[in-house]
């Protein structure tokens, strides 16, 4: 490709709506252009970098026994309205009529129309197990759509579904396409970490996420050091000290005006904030829920709306705790009706705790579970944090910020109950066929892959997904010997099977060099008078600052050499990391 022809311009100033350095980098280097809020359009280089991640989607797919339809972004609302979706999911899901007055979907997923599927297609066992996917459009109205490519309203995802006759078949099969992702991810040159997650709406019975740490990432994860435990915040799991054992002493009401937060009740009593109780409010369906942690924690809100059932859960308003007779600041779970009261495990056992009074200026020492107060439910709803005893080693946790590149989940039954997509076993018996589903967004990688491959003069693309592997810089190309050498060198590489982005502009030195780093594709050659004077080519890796001259005679072996070298560095470090059916 000729630059004088390429449908890019790149920008010399930073766009002021791009937040993070990955966005800037792909709209000055003219990778894409939005239209609206969390719609862009992908323009040529940023299409090339889709087309080949995927490629790598495909290969990687079809290596785990998958195979590749296309299914429809529209779906009819009766599909949704028989798994529940319909009632379940919020406005980020786009709801329409036709000129018919009937309900329609734009796809956030696919589940409901694979499960369609199964139930038209799937009679016997026999016909099972079967892994489809598709590289397909998906819309989510997204509240707050950021970091350009990273949340998007508009979106292309590989998703794919493996359909069992068994949870067992479902648990010897989700390993390999957990190292199918890893495979993914290390062939487009970029470092994740899997994480076990929440099933969120999609339900099941185990998830894992792959992410990528940068500070920029919306997702906590606690990982631990020595034993190579990971988990999404949402979920993650930690050691809890035994409390020791106590004389249950009585209660005690103690004045402690202007006390709204635990650290100032702890200054003001003289205790460890672990001697407290603390007090955290929800609403669900209209439904007030009174969380209660010890007051060194902080209440896990994924945990909470798991231990409850609900979908989601919003802060309760003054008005709200008012009416259910509950003071903020010194709320006390002690004599409170009209609510649901959780209560952390280890609040649980833990004795004599000062908890509020429900009274302006008044705490009350010496509380305890299971005499003061009962909950409708006790469980671990306490949040991970930076330190906290690691579940399985009891070494400290690292909590880290990361993006989530590709999710993978164990569904079970849940969409092919809703829909009735069941088949007959060995005995004749009719079973429901078992799902997983496992998704990875193309425009998520690209944003995430812009972010954490840069450095200050632009973007450094792995060579398995940059858009070209070289960028030819013709100087000097008035001078008819320095033009016909780099239009002779362009011909030659592009018959070696080499990418060439060909910078024939009649442009100084200086910008063209700049686009290349801006650019960021992972090979340059220079031809120019200088370079020419020892009948030369310029070769330099983008990532490094070392430039070396190459007789023309010998450049096209030694650039096909340098690719070689680039795509086997990239192989070689592709993960072997064997899941266990059950981790």
């Given amino acids: 490709m000729r630059r004088t022809v390429l449908f ?49 989607l495909r290969e990687e797919m079809d ?13 009819p609302a009766e599909l949704w309205r028989e798994t529940g979706r319909w009632y379940d999911i919020g406005p980020e899901l786009v709801r329409l009529r036709d000129r018919a007055h009937r309900d329609l979907v734009l796809a956030m997923t696919h589940e409901e129309v694979v499960a369609d599927l199964l139930r038209r297609q799937v009679r016997s066992y026999r016909q099972l197990p079967v892994v489809l996917y598709q590289i397909q459009t998906k819309v989510r109205d997204e509240p707050r759509s950021r970091g350009g490519l990273l949340r998007t309203r ?11 006759a ?41 998830a894992h996420e792959f992410m990528l740490l940068t500070e920029i990432g919306e997702d906590q994860l606690a990982l631990c050091d020595t034993c190579g435990y990971s988990a999404n915040r949402q ?33 003001l009593l003289g205790i460890p904030e672990s001697r407290t109780a603390k007090a955290a409010f929800f609403v669900s369906a209209e439904h007030l829920i009174f969380a209660v942690v010890r007051g060194d924690m902080e209440v896990n809100e994924t945990k909470l709306a798991n231990a409850v059932g609900a979908q989601e859960l919003r802060p309760a308003n003054a008005e709200e705790l008012s009416k259910a007779g509950i003071v903020p600041g010194y709320a006390s779970p002690i004599g409170v009706g009209s609510v649901t009261i959780v209560v952390d495990d280890l ?114 693309w792995p060579i398995t997904i940059a858009p070209y592997e070289v960028y030819l810089a013709g100087l000097d190309l008035a001078d008819a010997r320095v033009r016909s050498t780099a239009e002779w060198l362009y011909e030659e590489l592009d018959r070696a099977g080499v990418e060439v982005l060909y910078d024939d502009r009649d442009e100084r030195a200086g910008v063209k060099f700049n686009d290349a780093d801006l650019l960021g594709i992972p090979l340059r050659i220079t031809v120019s008078r200088r370079t020419l004077q020892g009948n030369s080519a310029e070769l330099k890796r983008r ?37 266990a059916a059950e981790e």
């Fill in 8 to 56: 890019c311009e790149t920008l010399r100033e930073t766009p002021a709506e791009a937040e993070v350095a990955g966005h800037q980098l792909l709209l000055r280097g003219g990778y894409i252009q939005p239209l609206a809020a969390g719609i862009y359009s992908l323009l040529p280089l940023a299409q090339r970098v889709a087309t080949k991640i995927e490629q790598i």
């Fill in 63 to 75: 290596a785990v026994g998958g195979q590749e339809i296309t299914m429809p972004v529209v779906h």
């Fill in 154 to 164: 508009e979106f292309t995802m590989k998703d794919a579904y493996s359909c069992h």
């Fill in 166 to 206: 068994s949870y067992e078949d479902l648990d010897r099969y989700y390993p390999q396409m957990y190292q199918a992702y890893l495979n993914i991810f290390g062939r487009a040159g970029v470092q994740v970490t899997a994480v076990q997650s929440d099933v969120g709406m999609m339900g099941g019975t185990m």
């Fill in 235 to 267: 979920v993650a799991t930690f050691r809890k000290p035994e409390p020791e054992a106590e004389e249950w002493l009585p209660l005690e009401e103690v004045e402690t005006p202007g006390t709204r937060t635990i650290a100032a009740l702890s200054e």
């Fill in 347 to 460: 609040v649980a056992r833990s004795p004599n705790l000062v908890a509020g009074a429900n009274r302006v200026g008044y705490h009350l020492r010496n509380t305890n579970y299971g005499r003061d107060y009962e909950a409708g439910l006790v469980a671990d709803i306490a949040a991970a944090y930076e330190g906290a005893p690691c579940p399985h080693c009891s070494s400290p946790l690292r909590i880290v910020r990361g993006v989530e590149v590709g999710n993978i989940f164990k569904l079970g039954t849940k969409y092919s109950e809703g829909l009735g997509a069941a088949f007959l076993d060995e005995e004749g018996v009719s079973r429901h066929i078992v799902m997983g589903s496992y998704g990875i967004g193309v425009g998520r990688l690209i944003a995430s892959t812009a972010e954490v491959c840069r450095d200050e003069r632009g973007l450094v």
């Fill in 543 to 579: 990532a490094s600052a070392e430039t070396r001259y190459v007789p023309l005679s010998d450049i096209t072996v030694e650039v096909s050499e340098e690719i070689r070298h680039l795509r086997e560095e990239i192989l070689n470090r592709v993960e072997q990391e064997p899941l």
